[in-house]
């Protein structure tokens, strides 16, 4: 069993939808959770990083953590052609050697 | 700079060829890290470095890969003989810390690990 999964889609969704995208995750050591956005032929960009559980919310994105459901999600709101890209889950936790990733899911807005 | 700079951008080698890829992290940023995206997307950590230390190279296939990050000079992954499954795009990524907690300032730039643009090694 991976440590992070992530349905790999592909999604398509209408201009101006609610999209969210989601991981689940086994190991409870992880305490950071980031969200990377990957446009084809490029690398990750961070979109949302937190810590422990909780939300945040960063303009039309929103990030939420439930620790005691090891499950993370983005929303994304009034979703846009030009938020058409994977969408990669990553987590850590203190004393971890690196990022652990999901597998990406695979977003498209259609206009 | 504010960007982790990686060349070449395309590379294609014959199997059996050398391959070598260049990565110069962010200024600042202690931990450079290499990993290998496969199809489906799948990130497979490869290495990472504390400035010109190896941190942990559990990832890294020993027999035909090998990663240097030397004072003044980018970082650099090699891979001798290469073999067809090794088509990949290959992305260094920089950070303050290994779990992206920023050590510097809060801002949201200098969170997680920045990731350079990659390098598609195609094997033929």
């Known amino acids: 069993q991976k440590e992070v999964e992530q349905d790999p889609g592909p999604l398509s969704v209408p201009e101006g939808a609610i999209v969210s995208l989601n991981c689940t995750y086994s190991?409870?050591?992880?305490?950071?959770f980031m969200w990377y956005r990957q446009y084809s032929r490029k690398g990750p960009e961070l979109l949302m990083y937190t810590y422990s559980s909780g939300n945040k919310e960063d303009g039309r994105f929103t990030a939420q953590v439930d620790k005691s459901s090891k499950y993370i999600s983005l929303f994304i709101r009034d979703s846009q052609p030009s938020d058409s890209a994977t969408y990669l889950c990553?987590?850590?936790?203190?004393?971890?050697?690196?990022?652990?990733f999901g597998t990406g899911t695979r977003l498209t807005v259609i206009p | 700079g504010e960007e982790v700079a990686q060349t070449p951008k395309h590379l294609v080698r014959g199997e059996g060829q050398k391959a070598k890829l260049y990565c110069a992290p962010i200024?600042?940023?202690?931990?450079v890290f290499w990993y290998q995206q496969v199809l489906k997307n799948e990130f497979k950590f490869l290495i990472s470095f504390q400035n010109e230390n190896v941190f942990d190279e559990t990832g890294m296939p020993k027999e035909r890969f090998s990663a240097k990050c030397l004072p003044n000079s980018p970082c650099s992954l090699e891979i001798q003989a290469t073999k067809l499954e090794d088509s990949a795009v290959y992305f260094c990524a920089s950070s303050q810390s290994l779990e992206g907690q920023p050590r510097i300032g809060e801002n949201l730039a200098n969170y997680g690990y920045t990731f350079g643009s990659g390098t598609r090694l195609t094997v033929v």
């Open positions: 990553a987590m850590s936790y203190t004393g971890a050697n690196n990022l652990f």
């Open positions: 190991n409870s050591a992880f305490q950071y």
């Open positions: 200024k600042g940023h202690s931990y």
